[in-house]
């Protein structure tokens, strides 16, 4: 009672009727070792599942755990209340486990796979899965190599660092070996053979090696608006510097659908064309260099002959940019007299590979920057600090309540979605941040889609000074709802971790939920440079207690009130 007096009226209606399961939904399939489940009965009844009781709230809200056995399970709920007794059953499929047979003979090329271009003396690495305990030779263009069998325990996963799953135990029947590349290979496969027992298995790899011709690398150009750029070949590695329409660069190998750019990074084919035979290599002289300013930034100017592919790091005070394929002829460089945020500009060869230019700002942090072509011309924009003033008045603020639409996000334990809660909060943040002198943007006032890419467009259009993205939290599969809450804050570039740093800490201390942590990820809402921007999960709408208080008034208000406390505390860190 006294927690419903000092929460305000809910914005939620208690559950009534039999169980109300959200999650997971009908005919659920996992490969985890254990499953939650989250639903609610009318309140004050009784529940017992697979004739366990289960720990209710006073709403009547639940989030059990159990292990899952691999094959079908079924999970039978049995609620008895004022309202009468029901019955519901839900089946979860645990799927098998991926294993190694070690009682008869087994082999699986498992890498690489599909076309390989490489360079001559580059390491050509085959890993297979295999019987434990054999000896596995590979036979490539007439060389024969052994494959080591491999005895570790597997990366884990990004869900593990947020406790969602157990350590893997070590794994048996990975083999793998390597040698260089042999000029003039065309097409040649590996010949896998397996002695186990007195028993052979061959087996064909699916790759095809081609070696290239250094002197006949082949030419291709982006085609696409903004290519997403990997650290290797596949969606699984991470994300580089993206590169725009038009930028050309030599193609140094392949790796299925992969191709490997100058400066290391892989493009997918979609999003190239080749160009002509015999087109010279992407090469540029870097001459004369200079900087201008103008009403929002401060520029560096990098006249080219074509576009070439870059790359960008940010630190503190400091852009590096490193222009892949420029060749340094740079004796000049003319710096606009007054400017207030470019101090200096130096430059260094990155071997023969291009050169890197490192940009010293005048100012301790960063308020977005932009790296663009004007025709072949590279150019990159530091954004100017907003007006100094009191309190929030000059700043913008973008807000983006997360999902919307057909984009429900999570479900809370009596099916309200994250989307209207997102929403909920952001329409209240709009308001208080109006009243303390802000300019608030939003990338939706009402349950619309709104697209990854719209609301990247809606913050490269409108530059606000800050962004934030609201969401409410939820777990994957072998996770514990009950042990696994709390408060948590993403940022992705340095110019984020002052701001990401100053909302998490204001949100712990003023809501009082427990520190879920403060995280760098890639996530595509925060990975636009024009201004520092953090996604922020406010709370779980899976933990019962958690999704009682985002669904209040009272509560909504507070997180309103922390969060622009965190932007004052954190305007006032940078002197702005």
Not at 207 to 223: C, H, K, Q, S
Not at 309 to 336: H, N
Not at 476 to 481: E, M, Q, R
């Amino acid at each position: 009672m006294l927690l419903w007096a000092w929460l305000g009226s809910p914005l939620l209606a208690a559950p009534t009727g039999p169980v109300r399961l959200v999650y997971p939904p009908p005919g659920h399939s996992t490969s985890s070792q254990s499953i939650f489940f989250v639903g609610s009965v009318h309140p004050g009844s009784q529940l017992v599942v697979n004739g366990s009781a289960v720990a209710l709230s006073k709403q009547g809200y639940f989030a059990p755990t159990f292990a899952l056995k691999p094959g079908a399970n079924t999970f039978t709920f049995r609620s008895r209340g004022v309202d009468g007794t029901s019955t519901l059953t839900r089946v979860v499929t645990r799927r098998p486990d991926i294993t190694v047979p070690s009682d008869r003979p087994y082999l699986a090329s498992l890498s690489p796979s599909g076309p390989q271009r490489i360079e001559p003396g580059t390491n050509v690495c085959l890993k297979a899965r295999a019987t434990p305990g054999g000896q596995l030779r590979a036979n490539l263009a007439g060389e024969v190599i052994s494959l080591v069998e491999l005895s570790s325990t597997p990366v884990p996963a990004a869900s593990a660092l947020l406790g969602a799953f157990s350590p893997e135990s070590a794994t048996r029947g990975s083999y793998s070996g390597c040698l260089p590349a042999r000029r003039g290979w065309q097409k040649v496969q590996a010949q896998l053979s397996l002695q186990w027992r007195g028993q052979t298995l061959t087996q064909m790899s699916p790759a095809e090696f081609t070696t290239l011709d250094p002197t006949r690398l082949n030419v291709i150009e982006v085609i696409v608006a903004e290519a997403i750029i990997r650290a290797g070949a596949g969606s699984e590695f991470a994300r580089l510097t993206p590169l725009g329409r038009g930028v050309r660069s030599a193609v140094t190998s392949q790796n299925g659908d992969w191709l490997r750019l100058q400066g290391g990074g892989w493009i997918q084919q979609r999003d190239i064309r080749y160009l002509p035979a015999g087109t010279p290599l992407p090469r540029s002289a870097v001459r004369a260099l200079s900087t201008r300013h103008t009403a929002r930034a401060s520029e560096l100017i990098i006249p080219l002959e074509m576009p070439l592919p870059y790359t960008v790091r940010q630190e503190e005070s400091r852009l590096v940019v490193t222009v892949w394929g420029a060749e340094a002829q740079t004796d000049l460089i003319r710096f606009e007299a007054g400017d207030p945020l470019i101090r200096s500009v130096q430059w260094e060869l990155e071997g023969s590979e291009g050169v890197r230019f490192y940009i010293d700002l005048r100012e301790p942090r960063q308020w977005g920057y932009q790296v663009r072509y004007e025709g072949p011309v590279l150019v990159v924009g530091v954004r100017s600090s907003p007006k100094r003033a009191r309190g929030l008045a000059d700043l913008t603020v973008m807000l983006d309540p997360g999902h919307g639409g057909t984009q429900t996000g999570s479900l809370g334990p009596t099916g309200i979605a994250e989307k209207t809660v997102n929403l909920q909060i952001a329409l209240r943040l709009r308001d208080r941040l109006q009243k303390s002198g802000a300019t608030v943007l939003m990338t939706r006032t009402d349950d619309r889609t709104v697209s990854l890419e719209a609301r990247t467009r809606q913050l490269e259009a409108q530059t606000p000074t800050v962004f934030l993205s609201l969401h409410n939290n939820a777990l994957p599969d072998g996770a514990n709802p009950l042990k696994q809450y709390g408060t948590s804050v993403y940022w992705y570039h340095m110019q984020s971790r002052a701001l990401a740093e100053s909302l998490h800490h204001q949100l712990v201390r003023d809501l009082g939920r427990p520190d879920y942590g403060l995280y760098w990820d890639s996530l595509a809402v925060i990975r636009p440079t024009l201004a520092p921007a953090v996604l922020l999960e406010l709370g779980f709408m899976i933990h019962p207690e958690e999704y009682l208080l985002l669904n209040t008034p009272t509560f909504q208000e507070r997180i309103s009130r922390a969060i622009v406390r965190g932007l004052e505390d954190w305007l006032q860190k940078q002197g702005a």
